[in-house]
């Protein structure tokens, strides 16, 4: 796991070893299972945030939390200014608390809209610097060949963990249309 960008326990193989996956090299994880399994499938969803947040630095990487039961990821809003990303608009702390876990399909569309707009501006950072990915870009940043004072800045890595996806979209057609919308 010491090369890894975004070390993530997944289980163990076949000799009771702990399989590790690097999240960066497959930016799409997806773990599913029946009602029965439902307290299974979380603690794998906190398992996948725990190796997150064990082997990244708050300044390397940014969590938005969706939980549509509202008590899954309960607990995690300690870490809201160490490493859940916050909507920008947002006024004040209370604010920023009570919506630092995404917990309805209302809240979803903000978010992603804030996230559909990061992943634009650091497209353009790319393009500026010159860099095919991040770890390009932060390379060059950090041995000072890109300047805070020309707009750049370290880009953190992004993970967005959904529990319980497909109730989030099946509580409202609008809801359901945004979030498609943004991964089509």
Excluded: W
């Excluded at 163990?12 to 497959?26: F, G, M, P, T, Y």
């Excluded at 209302?106 to 393009?127: C, F, H, M, N, T």
């Amino acid at each position: 796991g010491g090369s890894m960008k975004l070390p993530v326990a997944i289980g163990r193989d076949e000799n009771s070893r702990v399989k590790i996956i690097d999240l960066a090299d497959a930016p799409n994880l997806f773990i599913a299972g029946s009602r029965a399994c439902y307290d299974r499938i979380v603690q794998s969803l906190k398992t996948v945030v725990y190796s997150l947040l064990t082997t990244k630095h708050p300044s390397e990487l940014k969590l938005v939390l969706m939980d549509a039961h509202q008590l899954d990821f309960m607990g995690y809003d300690r870490l809201l200014y160490h490493y859940l990303a916050c909507l920008p608009d947002s006024t004040s702390e209370k604010e920023e608390r009570a919506n630092c876990i995404v917990s309805s399909p209302e809240k979803i569309s903000p978010y992603l809209g804030a996230l559909q707009q990061e992943v634009e501006d650091r497209v353009k950072l790319l393009q500026k610097a010159r860099c095919r990915g991040i770890e390009q870009y932060n390379e060059k940043y950090l041995e000072r060949h890109l300047l805070p004072t020309e707009g750049h800045h370290y880009l953190p890595y992004i993970v967005v963990v959904v529990n319980e996806y497909a109730e989030f979209v099946s509580l409202s057609n609008r809801c359901r249309q945004t979030v498609l919308n943004q991964f089509v």
